[in-house]
């Protein structure tokens, strides 16, 4: 039953509506033309646009990791180079002690040399 009225109605609503055609001037016609034609190539541009600006995206995301591996690298060279500081603080706490400087050991040498010769009670002839 629905569906019959339904029918009725459309083929009413068909008969009932006539269109009218409009007539366009040429020149709007043209000018609408040329308009749908320089949006087409804005869109194209703007869609290699945006595929350059995803690749740029994709090379400083790279860049962030690569700068990131880098840092960490140089974190791990300072406590490297700070490791290596404190060993060599270390050994020369062991080797460089006051008695093994050469001016000690000159004046030890001198001050033997002289206590040597009050010693012996040498004269030059």
């Known amino acids: 039953m629905r569906c019959l009225i339904l029918c009725l109605l459309l083929l009413m609503s068909g008969v ?9 001037p040429q020149s709007e016609l043209d000018s609408f033309f040329v308009a749908v034609e320089n949006l087409e190539q804005q869109d194209s541009l703007k869609s ?3 595929k350059d600006l995803e690749y740029q ?5 790279f860049l962030s990791t690569q700068d ?15 490791e290596q500081i404190t060993i060599y603080d270390n050994r ?3 080797v460089d002690k006051w008695w093994r400087k050469p ?6 040498g001198t001050a033997t040399t002289i206590l040597t ?4 009670d040498y004269t030059l002839p």
């Open 16 to 24: 009932s509506l006539s269109q009218d055609t409009i007539r366009i």
């Open 48 to 50: 290699i646009l945006i």
């Open 57 to 61: 995206i994709k090379n400083y995301e």
């Open 68 to 82: 990131s591996i880098i840092l960490n690298y140089k974190q791990k060279e300072i406590s490297l180079l700070n």
């Open 92 to 94: 020369l706490k062991k």
């Open 103 to 108: 001016w000690v050991g000159f004046i030890v």
């Open 117 to 120: 010769i009050h010693i012996i």
